[in-house]
């Protein structure tokens, strides 16, 4: 156990796969259709958050009102545990396309683990104006970058979006993902529920 500890380190992604998705809670609480797609129905990421911005400041949607939805929402049902489960064996970050100002608010929620995602402008108004990535494919650069300093790495994803992480890690699962997304990458295993995950997840940490 101290010889594997040492070894991996697991990234994960957040949204899906410890707390909901926050795009579609704002589309629900705000009652616009539009805002539910997410990178499961649009893969180019850059497209579909120009689009979001676009929405948000069609119907006048500032920054603190997302939030204020945010603080709202809870875990998905025992990501909690399924975390504290992770991080008593290895080295866990969460790596997340979101932005620091909607996800230190979920990293509160799961009691703080180490978060890598990107950041908001904002306008003298409020609004949205525009996002920043801190590298482009920064997931799969951040665990390139974890394979330099000596570690192996465990990725665990969802969406399209998370692919290139799964392929540059040293081992990469799939959680709940969509079937468009299994049948395109079968070489990812599976989980459908936590329990699963942690079998996977056993046979290296």
């Given at each position: 156990?101290?010889?594997?500890?040492?070894?991996?380190?697991?990234?994960?992604?957040?949204e899906s796969i410890l707390t909901p998705e926050v795009w579609i809670n704002?589309?629900?609480?705000m009652k616009i259709k539009e805002l539910r797609l997410t990178t499961r129905?649009?893969?180019?990421?850059?497209?579909?958050?120009?689009?979001?911005?676009?929405?948000?400041?069609?119907?006048?949607?500032?920054?603190?009102?997302?939030?204020?939805?945010?603080?709202?929402?809870?875990?998905?049902?025992?990501?909690?545990?399924?975390?504290?489960?992770?991080?008593?064996?290895c080295q866990v970050i969460v790596l997340s396309d979101t932005f620091t100002?909607?996800?230190?608010?979920?990293?509160?929620?799961?009691?703080?683990?180490?978060?890598?995602?990107?950041?908001?402008?904002?306008?003298?108004?409020?609004?949205?104006?525009?996002?920043?990535?801190?590298?482009?494919?920064?997931?799969?650069?951040?665990?390139?970058?974890?394979?330099?300093?000596?570690?192996?790495?465990?990725?665990?994803?969802?969406?399209?979006?998370?692919?290139?992480?799964?392929?540059?890690?040293?081992?990469?699962?799939?959680?709940?993902?969509?079937?468009?997304?299994?049948?395109?990458?079968?070489?990812?295993?599976?989980?459908?529920?936590?329990?699963?995950?942690?079998?996977?997840?056993?046979?290296?940490?």
């Amino acid at each position: 156990m101290v010889e594997l500890f040492n070894m991996y380190i697991v990234c994960v992604d957040l949204e899906s796969i410890l707390t909901p998705e926050v795009w579609i809670n704002v589309a629900d609480r705000m009652k616009i259709k539009e805002l539910r797609l997410t990178t499961r129905d649009v893969p180019d990421y850059d497209v579909l958050m120009k689009r979001r911005l676009k929405i948000l400041k069609a119907h006048n949607i500032k920054l603190k009102d997302v939030q204020k939805i945010i603080e709202k929402m809870e875990p998905l049902k025992g990501a909690l545990a399924f975390l504290n489960w992770l991080r008593k064996r290895c080295q866990v970050i969460v790596l997340s396309d979101t932005f620091t100002e909607f996800g230190n608010i979920l990293m509160r929620k799961l009691g703080y683990p180490t978060l890598f995602c990107n950041y908001l402008e904002v306008d003298k108004s409020g609004f949205i104006k525009n996002y920043r990535l801190r590298k482009k494919d920064g997931k799969m650069q951040a665990v390139k970058s974890l394979q330099l300093l000596g570690f192996k790495v465990i990725a665990i994803g969802d969406s399209y979006n998370d692919i290139t992480m799964l392929k540059g890690a040293d081992v990469g699962f799939l959680f709940k993902a969509s079937d468009k997304v299994r049948k395109e990458f079968p070489q990812f295993p599976n989980a459908q529920s936590y329990g699963e995950l942690k079998s996977l997840l056993e046979k290296y940490i």
